[in-house]
């Protein structure tokens, strides 16, 4: 199938900036370094989400859906983006969101995204980490059902076969701009969290035959289990596509070695990261996703893990309004 055959409804500005950064990469003095700007999507000050969104949404307005459900932690870009989201499409939002770290300050719990959601207008209910968030969104389902409405559940980040087909998409959208800027990418390196855009630029690249090997860096859970979600993933997504079998797990790669003491919770070379494309090349990235991933990549190149006279392309996946939520414990010097 093609993907312009799925129901998809437009949220995202698109195509998103394609940008060589060449301070940093004089910087670091390796291969070249380019950005794929998806913080740029737009939505509530944009991020990787909303690609998958305009998939999901889709399928929620195909369904007659008149509330929208889903779950994130506190600091969710992916809840902001689909608050926003169902704002624009009319919808009610239903958000859970899951204390996933100790002692979070002031400003993680009030600041940043979830400011945002409650500006939005979302109903918020609150979850201690690991609760059973497929239950709990089913019951608020049956509670929509009963008030008379449609409820449409989107998984955490929007990572299932429908979301991530925002990512088969992005990847038709590069490769049409390598053409058009005259360039091409031996490496692209973006972070894996709940793996749809993982799983997503994997299968977009072999369906479309480009062997171009994707690094994902993991920010959550251990790697055999973060390969175990990005390998199903993509295996789902690449038979949704009508492309089975076009993806296999030796194509999907993830290095877990920098996400620190636990997710979202900060590190020295995340930091470091954060402040080095800040005053660099002016761009923001984030502490919890984009910040790991950068440090994960700039390791890789300190490391001489990439060759000098390769070009690499980093996934600017967004999350800068979770800077404001960290703004007490980053390290600014
Ligand atoms: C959700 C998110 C990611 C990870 O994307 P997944 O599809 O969940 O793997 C990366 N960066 C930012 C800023 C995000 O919000």
Known sequence: MLLSDFPRVPLAHLPTPLEPLPRLSEHLGGPEIWVKRDD????????NKTRKLEFSMGQALEEGATTIITVGAVQSNHVRQTAAAACKLGMDCEILLE???????DLYRNSGNVLLDRLFGATLHEYPKGADFDAAMASIADEVSARGG???IIPGGASNKVGALGYVGCVEELLQQCDEQDVSFDHFVTASGSAGTHAGLAVGL???GSDMPVLG???GVPHDEQVKRVVDLAIDTAGYLGKPGCVTPDDIVVDCSYIGPGYGQPTDAMNEAVVLLARTEGLLFDPVYTGKALAG?????????F????KIVFLHTGGAVGLFAYGDVLDLE
Request: proline share 5%; with cysteine; net charge positive.
């Open 40 to 47: 740029c999507t737009g939505l509530a000050t944009g991020g």
């Open 99 to 105: 204390h996933r770290i100790a002692d979070p300050g």
């Open 150 to 152: 449609v409820p449409y």
């Open 206 to 208: 072999r369906a479309s």
């Open 217 to 219: 860096i993991g920010v």
């Open 297 to 305: 990549m700039i390791d890789y190149v300190r490391k001489g893990r």
């Open 307 to 310: 060759d000098s006279s390769q």
